[in-house]
Every structure is written in C-alpha cells, then in structure tokens.
C-alpha cells in the first residue's frame, strides 16, 4: 500500500475525539456482529512453507487475530498449497480472504481483474468448504496513477467498482476494499447524479470497506474515519480501520513504528470499544498493517 500524508489532527483533536465516539453511538442499532481483529499478510509464498506459515499464525493467534488478508498465487499449481494455508488458518480460529488488486484494473479493455477473479472461482470450486476463502479484498489504489486527471481517475474508479462488485455477487461471494480515509469529497457520477460521493458507490455496492486509517492515536483513527464509520451504522456494510506498523517514510503520524507495540495496542483497545459502542449492524473491526513490520515491531519492544 501507498501512503498519503495529510495535516496531522489539531489541537481540538481531544475535542473531536469525544465528538466522533459520540456521533457512532448516536447512529447505534439494535445489535453489532462480533468485532473482527485483521492482520494484511503479503508474503504469498508462506502458502508453500507450512512450518513458516505456522510459525506466523502462532503470532496471530497470541495477539487475537481472527481474520486473514491474504496476498498469494491462486496459478492451479500453487492452489494446493493455498488451501492447506486456509485449513490450517481455520484451524487456529482465523478466517481467510483473498487479497490482491492493481490500479491498471480500473481502466476501460483492461483483464486484470477479470482474470484474477476467473483463477479466485476456479479456486473456490475445487476447495472444500474450511479450505474456501470467505471474501475477495481489493486493493486497488487509483491515487497512485499519476497520469489520468483527479476527476477521471475517481470515476473509472467507481464504475469499476460496480462492476466488479456485481460480479463477485452474482457468483455468491463477498467483497472488500481497502480505501483510504480521505475519500469524503470525492464526487463521481452515480445513478441519477452527477456529484453523488463516491463514499456512497462504496458503500451500496460492497460487503467491507477496510480503511487505511492511519494514524498514531486512538483519537486520530476515529476522526479519520468517522464519516465511514458513521455510513456503515447506518447501513449494511462493515467497517474495518486499519493500523501502519512499518517504518513508511511517509511521517510519524502515521505509523505506530516510533511508539511501540504495547502503545499500539492500548490505543487500538480504545478503538475497538468505541466500534462497539457504534454497534454498526454488519460487524465492525481493526486491523494491522502489515505481518512482516508488525512481527518487526513486537521484536523490538517499546518505543523506537
């Protein structure tokens, strides 16, 4: 994943925090599915190192993870191996979903996704049911093209999305994306209008959205990310917010590398409480970025 830097939260931000924790109450159901743990894992070869891939899901487990974005090669010949990873991932009480995706997907002719999702099927048929993945999760990051104009870019965007969620549902599967939090003004054509928000192409048409809500404070999370917090209480779509572990070069406000594991965790409870406390009807959860900087950051104990 890129990263965009953006204005750290002010000096009210203690005042925003109280402010966001109290808009999702307000937007509260009856009822909230169970609060999900994530973890983005990229190193797709693990599937075909099973001691290592143990050894990595210990880690997990320890730390409580229950979910799994999983980045690999879905060729048939490596579709074994995968499987297996799955089984054993249930097997230590975590779910599994298929990550992949690429800017290029969103332009007009392009297969990218076609094809990808054609091997994601063909996997999902031949698997038995705790070797099957539970969603496919796209990564797809239109702000990384620097050749289409901001206007464009966000409408191939949306219009990809659509399609493509029409047919992951048609095929009865799930999907997610993983987004950044700074979406709120972002305008496409949609049905009837011409400036609907994008944030609403998202969240009719799709299962999850995963925010890259990254920030170093529990307060900073949920500011970032209260507008998506507060659609998804209102409507069917879960809501995860993501949390940077590596060293990014991309400023400290962004990553919980300086602070430290114990300190990323503290703030990450605070998070979750205040998920909960939205009871958001679809389920709402956390999630680390990523395996390999975050096993990196527990290594080293707390503070930089």
């Not at 290592?52 to 229950?66: P, Q």
Request: with cysteine; proline share 2%; hydrophobic share 45%.
């Amino acid at each position: 994943m890129k990263y965009m830097r953006c204005d750290r939260v002010g000096v009210a931000s203690k005042v925003l925090y109280a402010a966001v924790f109290l808009a999702v109450c307000l937007f509260a159901g009856v009822a909230s599915a169970q609060t999900t743990k994530g973890v983005w894992w990229w190193r797709g070869e693990d599937a075909a190192n099973p001691d290592e891939a143990a050894r990595r899901m210990e880690f997990l487990k320890k730390h409580s993870v229950t979910e799994i974005y999983f980045c690999t090669d879905l060729k048939e010949e490596r579709q074994a191996d995968v499987r297996r990873f799955v089984k054993a991932a249930r097997g230590h009480g975590m779910r599994v979903a298929y990550l992949n995706g690429d800017v290029s997907w969103i332009k007009p002719g392009n297969r990218g996704f076609a094809e990808t999702f054609a091997r994601y099927l063909a996997y999902q048929k031949a698997a038995a049911p705790d070797e099957k993945f539970y969603a496919i999760h796209l990564d797809v990051e239109p702000h990384q093209d620097g050749k289409l104009s901001d206007a464009r870019k966000w409408q191939l965007y949306a219009d990809f999305v659509l399609r493509a969620a029409a047919d992951v549902h048609a095929a009865g599967e799930k999907i997610e994306w993983d987004i950044p939090f700074w979406l709120d003004d972002k305008k496409v054509a949609y049905g009837d209008r011409e400036d609907a928000p994008l944030l609403d192409v998202l969240t009719d048409s799709s299962d999850c959205i995963a925010l890259m809500s990254y920030r170093d404070s529990a307060e900073a999370m949920l500011d970032v990310s209260k507008t998506e917090i507060a659609m998804a209480a209102k409507g069917k779509i879960r809501v995860v917010l993501g949390a940077e572990t590596g060293e990014t070069g991309e400023g400290s406000i962004v990553t919980f590398f300086e602070e430290g594991a114990a300190k990323m965790d503290a703030e990450l409870a605070k998070v979750t409480a205040a998920l909960e406390a939205a009871k958001v009807p679809a389920g709402a959860g956390i999630a680390i970025h990523h395996l390999g900087s975050w096993e990196k950051l527990v290594g080293k104990g707390a503070g930089k």
